[in-house]
């Protein structure tokens, strides 16, 4: 497994490839403390593509001033140890200065990450993701990229990118790995205390709630769905609500009626640990 912290060099590496007729690049990004979801990326990747690329960077420009930039877990060692044994051939490592270079000043937005859920609560994330994502993109030249499903609202950001600005690229969305009591993995589980974490299941309890609530009884009333998983949520006095909402798939806005498939998405506060988590649930 190669590495590179330069772009040049990643190029001439790119260019160097002997791809054979129907050998695709597969690109996985990532910002690293690599849990079994990521790896579920990379499985994704390497059984659709002859070259798998994945990069590292905690992508500053995806948090705010009061967020967790500085404490976010960094691991590379253990995370490079781990890319290689799936047999990853490239991991792309930039650093601030190579990623944004003083003078930098263009931004990737995407209308549908702006103002909903995730983008209200961190209203300068989707632009970040949307930047870095169209940088990593046009620097790895993937055929195909691969994102988790964990990060519903981020999908759909990425396929409006991909498809908004022509780029030659197939998005894969992989289902999110969760613990054995329903946890979605995710690389701030560790910032969890153990008494924060032996709540924690409660978001995917409430999730369950509203996919029971619209399959089994047939609850049609989006606003019933949301008053149900709240319901769920406060029995945990510690977690806050940040949304619980009932989505359209596309649009993601907020919708009054559940009709065909809708993005049931949640967000908590569990002391200052943040979890998002989602699920497509059908209603026919
Ligand atoms: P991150 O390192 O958090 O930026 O995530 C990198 C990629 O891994 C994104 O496409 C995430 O959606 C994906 N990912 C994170 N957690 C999970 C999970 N539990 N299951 C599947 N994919 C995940």
Request: with cysteine.
């Amino acid at each position: 497994m190669l590495t590179s912290s330069s772009i040049s060099e990643y190029r001439a590496w790119r260019k160097s490839l002997k791809l054979k007729d129907g050998e695709l690049v597969g690109f996985f990004p990532t910002m690293g403390a690599l849990h079994e979801g990521h790896l579920d990326l990379c499985r994704a990747a390497k059984e659709k593509c002859a070259v798998v690329v994945s990069s590292i960077f905690v992508n500053p420009a995806q948090f705010a001033p009061h967020e967790d930039l500085d404490k976010y877990p960094r691991q590379q060692e253990e995370d490079l140890k781990k890319l290689r044994e799936l047999g990853v051939d490239m991991v792309f490592l930039p650093n601030n200065e190579i990623m944004y270079p003083p003078g930098y000043d263009t931004w990737v937005q995407a209308d549908v990450g702006s103002g909903r859920n995730e983008g209200a609560v961190r209203p300068h994330f989707f632009r970040g993701v949307a930047t870095v994502c169209t940088k990593l993109f046009n620097i790895v030249q993937p055929d195909m990229v691969f994102f988790g499903q964990k990060d519903a609202q981020q999908c759909v950001v990425i396929q409006h990118i991909v498809r908004d600005l022509n780029m030659d690229i197939e998005v894969v969305i992989v289902p999110t790995r969760r613990e054995a009591d329903g946890l979605a993995m995710s690389s701030r589980n560790q910032y969890l205390t153990g008494e924060m974490r032996a709540k924690a299941p409660v978001v995917y309890k409430a999730l369950c709630k509203a996919k029971e609530m619209i399959e089994a009884s047939k609850e049609r009333n989006a606003d019933k769905v949301r008053e149900g998983m709240k319901e769920v949520l406060s029995q945990e006095p510690l977690v806050q609500i940040q949304y619980a909402s009932v989505l359209s798939t596309d649009t993601l806005l907020e919708v009054e009626e559940v009709e065909s498939k809708v993005l049931i998405a949640i967000a908590v506060m569990l002391g200052s640990t943040r979890l998002i988590d989602n699920m497509i649930v059908h209603s026919g």
